[in-house]
């Protein structure tokens, strides 16, 4: 190679470039620059001289873990599609699936050049489930068969089969079941990253022998693919995937123009799809697609050519989510696809040329309006491959046309776009010129125009030193660092009194900047206690009238002795947040060496375009002593005089107070007083309101218990454990016997505040209903509680609704032609009323429509942390209540059903049998005389145990 030569070569100089350089891509390379030289060994075979024994041959065991992991790399010549053959043992005593245990875990590493993939087979003799097999990224993020894993195959039903598999490029010989983790899809491109293939048994502890022989088959591909492939590839309109974690429903919008066309592409389905995925896609002229998906289902449903604005609506009726889409324009069939977007501004791909039928892969390169943007070309060995950038490209002919810019003579290859102005689609050729066949990596890089929210920062700075012209973001990483955590232990300074303190300072934006992890050295013998906390408010700066709200998460992990990153502490959903090496045992077990403590924060939410300049103050103590605060304590107020009391931490050592409304202070230790008990009596006829208040960076938890009478352990009463303050409550039959209250000062130290409110009849939440205008008819107005009763008088039936017209009965006893129905309110609440079940009575012939709203007076965004419940049940033998008691029994059908988090508003239909005919009262059927003259019924069930309060309206009508 010709390292003088002009890197870049655009179309101003393509002339000159043929004249002055003709020979140049012609020049051998060193031969030490080809790899496919430097692996020419084959795995060792039992019975040849080389081979040790299990496993593969090395005569020792395949480690349970990255570290100890069993290396193949070099016995692959790594020269195009190769297969080897490894035999391995294993000494399960028990189920191995999810656990690192080294009796059942073989851990195999490879490293693979730039544009290979692999695939992998585990056999055995037997037909039982004795083996699996998960693969994924060899960084250190891979910690189990499924941790970390892009996916994993085990027998299940199917041992029979003798064998599981897995491959890179997602055509798994998985005869079993098979599942992807971590949002990871399939075709996985290595890009010549190290890769992990961990072989677990899963019950392969029943057999005597526990031997398995495994094939790993090496291929080259392009982009993730196996061979010379190209897929269909998109211009993208719409981008909904499987994100966050769990969602009942998402929606959002595209636009085509005339003559315009898109398709609507599934790119990943979970195993839940088929009873819980849908899609409904609303078009322009009004009318509906609804699209049911099979589990596991990936790839076209449908293409839309009409023009306006389309709306395409996810839901999942567990409220887990599940599934992702694509809407995309067809731009053809390629190699692969470049793309960057407003929050991520790099890609890549890997790919193989050679001389053989396969001289040139083509990638379409999505270039945003205003960005900057390069392409760089790596590969190892002695090929000459050459860069090409092109503005068109005709399917039809396979050609491409607009050469914009190429490079030729160098290694790398490098081709600078610069700023190309609008949005543009570019078409990159990687060409093989000469030499040996090659793996490459295409890396594509970009700048905005203008920079976007945290382009500058100073991630780690001490507060009050950052230089906001720099681009220094602390590494991200949803679980692990994806590089070295910025240190700052610099920021900390000697107290003086045998502690450190420091401060230091960062920033995040929604979408754009997510995580930031740090790392501080920690000296022997001391712990350490850190604070996250963010502006909150109005933000001038940002805007004048825009309450600024968001949600960082904050962690803390050690570096252990043998190198693991192990989680001590985490705080979320409080502000701020507080962390501390307190909660670990590891941390206590290797108090005695210097420590690495690993600090990473996670935005879940905050203001879009928003930079929020988040603190983080941390202190190190001596951790072998115990605190001066706690030499005297004073719990409760009724220390003697000159003397100290605190409260037990068992509750046969709490401190008897007395049985009236109160507030008492008191003091706790998340390492050397955790908790505190006190003694309660509670007369009959009462119940008590017990909060605890504390400093918002603590975190501290509440329980009532009452002593087992027969067995004499703590049986529970109420608790609470992510509030400020938090409140438990006793019930009525609770009462008659002393109740203990335990507060636990689970992360921090400080003083606490309790306060207990005693309550009778009349006074406690939700004794004074009127769900569905029942207030005159059933006891407090409350709806009933149980989908099962003993009698009619266990059901609510609406009949004497106030609200709405629910009555079927005329005043002499007949029965209606028909009711209205109409809107119902009703209450539920966590503690004190879970659940509100109704039974509605149906006009003959009809069914019933219930349209809930249960947020009233918003969104369904107050609901966010409530899991709701709403069901339509049906009992089959109308004229008796539901119950399994009974002979026969009358079990509760579902008919509807419905469960999820942050819901608003939601319809449910019930279907007019059996809902929707009369039946006789006694149970006699027409053929035997029966008079079929009462009407059916509808059971409904409202609930959620973590409603708070929470107010919901049934818009119930007939149809």
């Not at 719990?635 to 007395?658: E, R």
Request: charged share 15%; proline share 5%; net charge negative.
């Amino acid at each position: 190679m010709n390292e003088n030569a002009t890197r870049s070569v655009n179309l101003t100089l393509l002339m000159i470039v043929s004249v002055c350089l003709p020979l140049a891509g012609g020049l051998d390379a060193p031969s030490e620059l080809d790899r496919a030289q430097e692996r020419t060994e084959t795995a060792p075979q039992p019975g040849s001289a080389n081979c040790y024994g299990y496993d593969a041959c090395r005569g020792i065991d395949a480690g349970a873990n990255l570290s100890a992991s069993m290396n193949l790399s070099d016995d692959f010549a790594m020269a195009g599609d190769e297969t080897n053959t490894y035999y391995g043992l294993m000494n399960g005593t028990g189920l191995c699936n999810y656990n690192a245990a080294a009796t059942c875990n073989d851990v195999y590493l490879l490293d693979l050049p730039m544009g290979y993939g692999f695939s992998v087979t585990v056999a055995w003799n037997g037909t039982g489930n004795d083996f699996g097999v998960g693969i994924g990224p060899g960084d250190g993020s891979m910690t189990g068969s499924s941790a970390g894993a892009w996916g994993r195959c085990y027998a299940g039903s199917s041992g029979a089969a003798g064998y599981v598999g897995m491959s890179s490029d997602g055509e798994h010989d998985c005869p079993g079941y098979q599942y992807n983790y971590g949002g990871y899809t399939f075709p996985q491109d290595v890009q010549g990253d190290p890769v992990l293939i961990w072989v677990f048994g899963y019950e392969v502890y029943n057999q005597p022998i526990q031997d398995y022989t495994m094939n790993i088959t090496i291929w080259t591909g392009d982009g993730g693919l196996r061979g010379d492939v190209t897929t269909p590839q998109y211009h993208i309109l719409l981008d909904m995937p499987d994100e966050p974690a769990s969602w009942s429903s998402q929606s959002d919008t595209f636009e085509l123009g005339e003559g315009d066309s898109a398709d609507l592409i599934i790119t990943s389905c979970d195993s839940w799809c088929t009873p819980e995925s849908s899609v409904t896609v609303t078009l322009p002229d009004g009318s509906t697609d609804n699209h049911a998906l099979p589990d596991f289902f990936e790839g076209w449903l449908a293409t839309y050519n009409q023009s306006g604005e389309y709306t395409v609506d996810k839901d999942d009726t567990f409220g887990d989510g599940g599934f992702g889409l694509i809407v995309g324009q067809s731009i053809g069939n390629f190699s692969g696809r470049l793309s960057v977007d407003e929050f991520t501004y790099e890609d890549s791909a890997a790919g193989h040329v050679g001389s053989t039928g396969d001289d040139s892969d083509i990638y379409a390169v999505w270039v945003p309006e205003t960005y900057f943007a390069n392409l760089t070309l790596h590969w190892d060995n002695s090929a000459d491959l050459d860069l090409r950038v092109y503005t068109g490209y005709d399917s039809a002919t396979d050609t491409l046309t607009g050469l914009i810019a190429a490079s030729y003579y160098d290694q790398p290859e490098f081709v600078d776009l610069g700023q190309l102005g609008e949005g543009v689609l570019l078409f990159a050729e990687v060409r093989h010129y000469a030499g040996v066949s090659a793996g490459y990596s295409l890396e594509y890089q970009t700048e905005p125009g203008a920079p976007p929210p945290c382009f500058y920062q100073d991630d780690g700075a001490a507060i009050g030193e950052g230089d906001f012209t720099q681009t220094n973001d602390a590494t991200g990483g949803s679980w692990s660092p994806e590089d070295v955590a910025n240190d700052v232990t610099g920021t900390a300074s000697d107290d003086g009194d045998g502690t450190w303190s420091g401060a230091f300072g960062g920033t995040m934006c929604a979408g754009y900047d997510t995580a930031d992890w740090y790392q501080i050295t920690v000296p022997a013998g001391m712990g350490m206690w850190a604070m996250l906390e963010w502006p909150e408010g109005i933000d001038s700066n940002f805007n004048d009238t825009i309450e600024i709200e968001g949600d960082i998460s904050f962690g803390m992990y050690m570096v252990t002795s043998s190198g693991f990153n192990s989680f001590m502490s985490s705080s979320y959903g409080f502000h701020p947040q507080a962390v501390a090496t307190n909660e670990s045992f590891t941390w206590a077990n290797e108090l005695g060496s210097d420590s690495t403590v690993l600090l990473r924060l996670l935005l879940n939410d905050m203001n879009e375009d928003y930079e929020s300049n988040y603190t983080v103050t941390f202190s190190m103590y001596n951790a072998t002593e115990m605190p001066p605060e706690l030499a005297c304590q004073n719990d409760a107020g009724l220390a003697p005089v000159d003397g100290c009391l605190d409260a037990g931490n068992v509750y046969q050592d709490s401190i008897n107070i007395s049985t009236n409304n109160q507030s008492f202070g008191g003091y706790g230790h998340d390492e050397w007083d955790d908790y505190d008990y006190y003694k309660i009596y509670m007369p009959d006829n009462y119940v008590m309101e017990v909060c605890v208040e504390f400093p918002n960076q603590n975190d501290v938890d509440l329980n009532i218990y009452f002593v087992n009478p027969t067995w004499g352990w703590l049986s529970f009463v109420g608790s609470s454990y992510s509030d400020n303050p938090e409140c438990a409550y006793s019930q009525y039959d609770d009462a008659g016997q002393d109740l203990y209250i335990r507060v636990w000062t689970d992360r921090g130290a400080g003083e606490y505040e309790v306060s207990i409110t005693l309550l009778t009849p009349g006074l406690v939440p939700g004794d004074n209903q009127d769900d569905c205008g029942l207030a005159g008819t059933y006891p407090n107005g409350d709806a009933g509680d149980l989908v099962y009763g003993n009698s009619w008088d266990d059901f609510t039936f609406t009949n004497e609704s106030t609200q709405a017209d629910l009555n079927p009965y005329h005043e002499n006893g007949t029965v209606r032609d028909y009711w209205a129905g109409g809107i119902c309110t009703g209450w539920i609440d966590g503690v004190w009323d879970p659940w509100d079940y109704y039974a509605i009575a149906v006009p003959e012939g009809h069914y019933v429509q219930i349209d809930y709203d249960m947020d009233p007076d918003g969104d369904g965004s107050e609901n966010s942390g409530v899991y709701n419940y709403l069901y339509m049940f049906m009992c089959q033998q109308q004229h008796l209540w539901c119950s399994w008691s009974t002979t026969p029994a009358n079990p509760a059908y579902f008919i509807e059903q419905y469960a999820g988090y942050g819901t608003d508003e939601l319809t449910q239909i019930s279907g007019l049998w059996p809902v929707g005919s009369f039946h006789n009262s006694s149970g006699i059927s027409a053929a035997q005389g029966g008079v079929m003259d009462t009407p059916g019924w509808l059971y409904v069930r409202v609930g959620g145990f973590s409603a708070d309060n929470q107010d919901y309206t049934m818009n119930i009508t007939f149809h």
